[in-house]
Structures are given as structure tokens and as C-alpha cells.
């Protein structure tokens, strides 16, 4: 068994390229790199594209925190008289972005869960057992990559009316849960694995719900975590199918509920960029403490393509 | 079972696993329950995309309204409308104007990002935080973040940049038919560049350290470290983000939407809004979809190519 179990880190599709960012660019080499007149060039131009990009951020920022009344002077200032968080304190009492926000993070968890879930067990299912018409059945999945759900908006929302989903939580999730797309990066995945670890569960008497449960998914980690990164992003950020399904405010998401909103907020522009900071501040702050797991897994599902 | 006893050097618990691998009672574990295992996915599967692209189907072949009902069948008419329609032609013109305007910008500036904090190797924390986090921004947020920051020709970020470099501002970036499209690009840049820029670090990093030491051997200079070892190892990794490049920006549909609804004078209204337009708010559903299928198949198109390109390069890896 051992010798098995030693050749398991070693299949993980993901190991070569992925773990690379973890290690930093320099792994290898070891050596610290001299600041050649070059290199100073290339920093400065990195720093200034950095800026360059940083800009908007700190605008909306800047504005927010400026006084109502300043937020349309007709020359450039980052900053107000004063500091002030009023424009926050007025879009948060409304309660609507509370609401939108329970909203999002309530859709994005129940859909990365069922993305998951039913993903990693049809994957499994494809690459890992025999049954009549299973190449038919996945040659069908694998053709549905090539459907956008934006082409199937017009009958999706036919059936969503004839279903009673319209304007509930089910209507945004059920539609966006089956992804092709990840059943086809999983059963690469599981491809990759070797099977004398699940037999080795069988030769024990494991049943078959068992070594999926207690081998296959312990061995997936990485792979599921990127799949379940990238849906939540996917979610979280979905503006389409969740503004075309919901009508009621109480049932929109965060960013359809924002940009249903937005006109309400006419002029008052600081009131405008701190409801946006607060509706982009969680992914971000997500993103602050899973920067390394976040990368990998948008690269690696990004690139599963190839 | 007697064909593993000859490999007897094998440890004894490696043969038992083998030769219970070979066992009936094993070889059947492999054969069950696949149904139960899929069966989840390919309920959810059936319902929400092979019905709905059947339903799309029969919905484009009759003149059904919003609520479904009092629907005729009418044949191919939605479909001949639609290839004489000239606002399906313009904004389907619109989505491919897009397409080619945002494709290259956002490839190579992905690429020259990601080729700046691959060799700086200093701080990549903040190169990854300036780069990729508007990629984790909702459209919504920057759609919204950019109309305000270039719409205001008096208060708003761009025009008050310009004026503090004497230029002269007032240029209608989302009201001037020559801007409008032009803006939407760069907010687009801004906004996505992030992704290629992972793809293209993550490429980097797997390229071999020994051919770059060989080359510095050889005397090779940093522009032919980069010509002839970078751009080339990078090949493959640049056609898949071409592609799903192409396939993203075909998509487009957010950020006009809130940018500019389409407009000015519909110059920017891509063909999902045309869709939007037909469907939702003119209730027409059954040429909305025949419109979406017109689209399909464009997208279906540079899938195809797509297909083909990975099973060459699949095959070429195979090689």
C-alpha cells in the first residue's frame, strides 16, 4: 500500500504549474536578482501601470469619504474639507444593500455547494463506473460546454415562469448549478488518480458511497477548492441571469440590486461610491486572506480548457 | 490470481491488493451505482440547459409573448426576420466590433503585465493585488465605477485628469458615437486583464529555469531571452487565452448595459441586449429566440475551433 499511496501527490493534474506560485517566480534558481539599470526600468514601469490601475479604487474611495456637497467641484482633489463616513451611514440605513448582500452570499454558497456536490459525484460517476450509456450521457454533457447560458435566457425564463421561480432564490440558483464545464475538469481530474487506492478500500470492504466519501474527496481537495473558488466568483458576480429572473428588490442580488437602484442616488455622488465600495469590499477582503488559493484556483480552473 | 504469484519480491500487502483487485467481488464494486452518481447532475442537466435549448428551439418557430401564451406555429419566419432585420445585423456587428477591439488589448496587456512581475520577482503581492482584484468585482461595481469616474464631463476622475495635464477635456467618452465603444473597451481592459495575467504568470513559472541559464551561457541577450525562449514556450498557453478571450468578449452585455443602455444613437448595443430588448421589454420571446440561436451560432463557431485547436495541441503533448 505504501508504495501507492506515494504515488498519489504525484498525479494532482494541478502540481506542476500551481504550486509554482506558492513557491515564488525565483524557485529554482535561489540566486536574488541584481537591480540592472533594466530592472529599475521595469519596476517603474510596473509601479506606474500599478497605479494606473489602482486609480479607480482610490477615486471611489476618495469620494466617498468626501462631503456630499464637495463631490462635484470642477478641480481635482482627492480629498474633502473633512472626512466623513455620512454617505456610508445614509446607503446602509436604507437596508436594502444588507438585504442584497444576505441575498448574494446566501445564492453563492447554496450554488457553490450544489455545483460542487453534484459535479464531483457525476465526475466520479463518468471516470469511475460502468453503466449502460454512460459514454452517450457524457458525450452529452461535454457538448453542453459549447451552450452559454446567455443563448438560453429567452425559454430559461419561459420555464422559470411556468416553474413559479421567478423572484425567488431557486430561480437564480437552480439554473446556474450544472456546469459542464466542471463535471469535464473533474473527470480529468479523477483520471489522474490512480484506482489502486479505491481498491485497496474495496479489498476492505468499503462500499462504493464510502471510498467516494473517504478516499476520493480527501484526495481532491485542491481540484474541488478551485472549482468551488471559481463558482463562488462566478456567482457572487453573475449580473444576467439574476437581474432578468428577479423584479422584486427584496429577491435581487447584490449587483443587480445595485445598478437597479443606482438612478434613485441621482447626484448624490458620494452616496453612489460608498455603496459601491461596500458592495465590492467582500470578495476583496475574501480575497486579502485567500490570496494564494484564489490565484491557483482561477488559474487552474481558467486554464482546464486546455 | 496464480499470474501475481511469481512477482513475489513485491510486498505482501501490495499482492494482496492486487490480487483482490482482480477479484469478481471487486471488478463488480466498479460497475455499481453510476446512475446514483450522476443521477443529481443530470436531473439538474436536463432541466436547466438540454430542455431549455429544445424549448428555445420550439419557441423560435412560433410567435410566442412572454407569458407563453397564445402561441402559433409560424415555421422558419422568426429566423428569416431575423437575417432581414438590420438591428440583429448591427448589433451582432456591435458584439463582433467588441470582440476584435478588446481581444488584443486585453491578451497582450495580460502578457506584458504578467512578463513585468514574473522577472521583477519583488513584491508580487501587490501585483496581484493592483492587477487582478477589479477581475473580482461584480459588473455591476464597475460598470457603475466607471460611468461615474468618465461620464461627468465637469466633476468626473477622467476629465479632471486630463484638464490637470492641460488637455482638454469634454470629450463625450460614453455620449460620442467615436468614444463610446472605445470606453467600454478600456473599462473592460481594467476590469478583466487580471485573469490573463494569472494564466500568463502561471505559464511563466512552469517554463524550465534551465533554458534561460543555457541561453545566458550562450550570451543571449534579455530581448532574444525573450523571443526565442519566452514567446515560443508561451504558444500554447496564448491560444487558450485567445480563445476563451473571444468567447468572453462575445458575451459582452453588463457593462454596456449600465454604461451606456446601448447607446448613443444604439452604436454600442451588442446582441444579447438586442435579445434583451426583443424578449423583455418588446415580449416578443419567440423571435428572441431565434435571434439567441442566430447568435449561437456564432459562438458554437469559435467553439469549434476551439475543439480543434486543444485536440491538436493534445495531441502534439501526446506526441
Same mark, same amino acid.
Given at each position: 500500500? /505504501? ?10 493534474? $494541478? ?59 470642477? /478641480?481635482?482633489?482627492?480629498?474633502? /474639507? ?8 445614509? &446607503? ?9 448582500? &444576505? ?63 421567478? $423572484? ?35 479489498? $476492505? ?14 484526495? /481532491? ?26 423584479? $422584486? ?58 | ?64 409573448? +412572454? ?94 485628469? %486630463? ?7 469634454? +470629450? ?13 473597451? %478600456? ?19 512552469? +517554463? ?16 532574444? =531571452? ?57 415580449? =416578443? ?35
Amino acid at each position: 500500500v /505504501s508504495a501507492t499511496v506515494k504515488a498519489a501527490p504525484a498525479v494532482t493534474p $494541478d502540481a506542476a504549474p500551481d504550486t509554482a506560485p506558492a513557491a515564488g517566480p525565483g524557485a529554482g534558481s535561489g540566486r536574488r536578482p541584481r537591480w540592472t539599470p533594466g530592472r529599475v526600468g521595469m519596476l517603474a514601469a510596473a509601479l506606474a501601470l500599478a497605479a494606473l490601475w489602482v486609480l479607480p479604487l482610490a477615486w471611489a474611495v476618495a469620494t466617498s469619504l468626501k462631503p456630499e456637497n464637495e463631490t462635484t467641484r470642477t /478641480s481635482l482633489e482627492w480629498i474633502g /474639507s473633512r472626512i466623513t463616513f455620512d454617505a456610508y451611514e445614509k &446607503v446602509w440605513a436604507s437596508g436594502d444593500l444588507a438585504r442584497w448582500m &444576505v441575498n448574494s452570499a446566501y445564492i453563492s454558497a447554496v450554488t457553490t455547494a450544489l455545483t460542487v456536490l453534484t459535479c464531483a459525484m457525476a465526475a466520479y460517476g463518468f471516470s469511475r463506473t460502468e453503466f449502460r450509456g454512460r459514454r452517450a450521457l457524457y458525450g452529452l454533457v461535454l457538448a453542453g460546454i459549447m451552450v452559454p447560458p446567455q443563448v438560453l435566457i429567452a425559454p430559461l425564463f419561459a420555464e422559470m415562469v411556468s416553474l413559479g421561480l421567478v $423572484d425567488t432564490y431557486w430561480g437564480v440558483i437552480l439554473p446556474q448549478v450544472a456546469v459542464p464545464a466542471m463535471v469535464f475538469i473533474l473527470v480529468k481530474f479523477f483520471e489522474g488518480v490512480p484506482r489502486e487506492l479505491e481498491e485497496a478500500a474495496f479489498v $476492505d470492504g468499503a462500499g462504493r458511497w464510502r471510498v467516494f466519501w473517504t478516499v476520493v474527496i480527501p484526495l /481532491s481537495r485542491p481540484v474541488l477548492a478551485a472549482v468551488a473558488i471559481f463558482t463562488f466568483i462566478q456567482t457572487w458576480n453573475n449580473f444576467l441571469w439574476p437581474f432578468l429572473v428577479t423584479t $422584486d428588490p427584496n429577491a435581487m442580488t447584490l449587483p443587480v440590486g445595485l445598478v437597479n437602484v443606482q438612478s434613485t442616488y441621482g447626484a448624490r455622488y458620494a452616496q453612489v461610491m460608498a455603496s459601491l465600495v461596500i458592495a465590492g469590499l467582500p470578495l476583496l477582503l475574501v480575497f486579502a486572506f485567500f490570496q494564494r488559493q484564489i490565484v491557483r484556483g482561477v488559474a487552474h480552473t481558467g486554464l482546464a480548457g486546455q | 490470481m496464480t499470474a501475481t504469484a511469481p512477482t513475489a519480491p513485491a510486498p505482501p500487502a501490495r499482492a494482496a491488493v492486487r490480487a483482490g483487485a482482480r477479484s469478481p467481488a471487486v471488478r463488480r464494486r466498479w460497475t455499481e451505482h453510476g446512475l446514483v452518481f450522476t443521477a443529481p447532475f443530470l436531473l439538474l442537466y436536463a432541466l436547466f440547459l438540454v430542455w431549455p435549448v429544445l424549448l428555445g428551439l420550439k419557441m423560435s418557430l412560433g410567435d410566442d409573448n +412572454i407569458a407563453g401564451t397564445d402561441s402559433r406555429f409560424v415555421g422558419l419566419d422568426n429566423y428569416a426576420e431575423a437575417l432581414r432585420d438590420p438591428e440583429v445585423w448591427s448589433s451582432l456587428w456591435h458584439t463582433v466590433w467588441f470582440t476584435l477591439l478588446s481581444t488584443v488589448p486585453l491578451v497582450v496587456t495580460g502578457l506584458v503585465l504578467a512578463l513585468l512581475a514574473h522577472h521583477l520577482r519583488v513584491v508580487q503581492w501587490l501585483w496581484r493585488l493592483s492587477w487582478f482584484t477589479p477581475f473580482l468585482l461584480p459588473s455591476g461595481v464597475v460598470g457603475l465605477l466607471w460611468l461615474w469616474m468618465i461620464y461627468p464631463s465637469d466633476f468626473g476622475l477622467a476629465d479632471l485628469l %486630463l484638464k490637470s495635464l492641460g488637455l482638454d477635456p469634454g +470629450i463625450g467618452w460614453l455620449t460620442d458615437t467615436r468614444y463610446a465603444m472605445l470606453s467600454i473597451v %478600456l473599462t473592460t481592459v481594467w476590469w478583466t486583464v487580471g485573469f490573463n495575467f494569472l494564466l500568463y504568470l502561471a505559464a511563466l513559472q512552469a +517554463i524550465p529555469q534551465h533554458l534561460y541559464e543555457a541561453a545566458e551561457l550562450d550570451g543571449a541577450g534579455a530581448w532574444h =531571452r525573450l523571443r526565442h525562449i519566452t514567446l515560443p514556450m508561451l504558444s500554447r498557453t496564448t491560444a487558450v487565452v485567445v480563445v476563451l478571450q473571444l468567447l468572453a468578449s462575445l458575451k459582452i452585455f453588463d457593462q454596456v448595459y449600465i454604461m451606456t443602455g446601448g447607446g448613443p444613437d444604439e452604436s454600442t448595443r451588442p446582441i444579447l441586449q438586442y435579445v434583451y430588448d426583443a424578449g423583455f421589454t418588446g415580449y =416578443r420571446i419567440g423571435y428572441a429566440s431565434a435571434v439567441s440561436y442566430v447568435f449561437f451560432a456564432l459562438i458554437v463557431i469559435v467553439s469549434l475551433i476551439h475543439l480543434r485547436m486543444t485536440r491538436r495541441s493534445r495531441e502534439e503533448a501526446a506526441k
